[in-house]
């Protein structure tokens, strides 16, 4: 009988690890990206989705043999930009905007954003470079 409670409790710990971690692995650290670079890139915007737990833009950029190519640019959570300053009704599919931000260690074309920069001059996020704006 014994054996058989172990047994028991054994399999209802392991049913409940992905509901305690779960948390924990849906989100990432800073570590996913580069701090000591800051990237710039321009282009035109293809996707807006500002919301938690972060916002994403994908922005097609010319390059110099005029193809193109999509880059995939996270922001921090919508209610911290909306607290900072950020007007997410200002950025629109078909923008030009030029993106300031860290290049992702390991994936080509991802940014973390700290700076946009709008056509009409508008600038969100902190072109200072102490990122004190985003976090």
Same mark, same amino acid.
């Given at each position: 009988?014994?054996?058989?409670?172990?047994?028991?409790? #054994?399999?209802?710990?392991?049913?409940?690890?992905?509901?305690?971690?779960?948390?924990?692995?849906?989100?990432?650290?800073?570590?996913?990206?580069?701090?000591?670079?800051?990237?710039?890139?321009?282009?035109?915007?293809?996707?807006?989705?500002?919301?938690?737990?972060?916002?994403?833009?994908?922005?097609? #950029?010319?390059?110099?043999?005029?193809?193109?190519?999509?880059?995939?640019?996270?922001?921090?959570?919508?209610?911290?930009?909306?607290?900072?300053?950020?007007?997410?009704?200002?950025?629109?599919?078909?923008?030009?905007?030029? #993106?300031?931000?860290?290049?992702?260690?390991?994936?080509?074309?991802?940014?973390?954003?700290?700076?946009?920069?709008?056509? /009409?001059?508008?600038?969100?996020? /902190?072109?200072?470079?102490?990122?004190?704006?985003? /976090?």
């Amino acid at each position: 009988m014994r054996n058989l409670f172990r047994k028991a409790m #054994v399999i209802a710990a392991a049913a409940l690890l992905p509901v305690l971690f779960n948390p924990a692995l849906a989100h990432h650290s800073a570590v996913t990206w580069d701090l000591t670079q800051r990237v710039s890139i321009t282009g035109t915007v293809k996707v807006v989705l500002f919301r938690n737990p972060h916002g994403h833009l994908e922005v097609l #950029v010319a390059k110099a043999d005029n193809s193109t190519e999509t880059w995939n640019v996270e922001t921090s959570a919508m209610n911290i930009l909306v607290r900072r300053g950020w007007k997410f009704d200002q950025v629109h599919v078909g923008d030009k905007l030029t #993106v300031i931000g860290h290049p992702n260690k390991t994936l080509p074309l991802e940014l973390y954003a700290r700076e946009l920069h709008l056509e /009409d001059g508008q600038v969100f996020g /902190d072109p200072t470079g102490k990122d004190a704006a985003l /976090d």
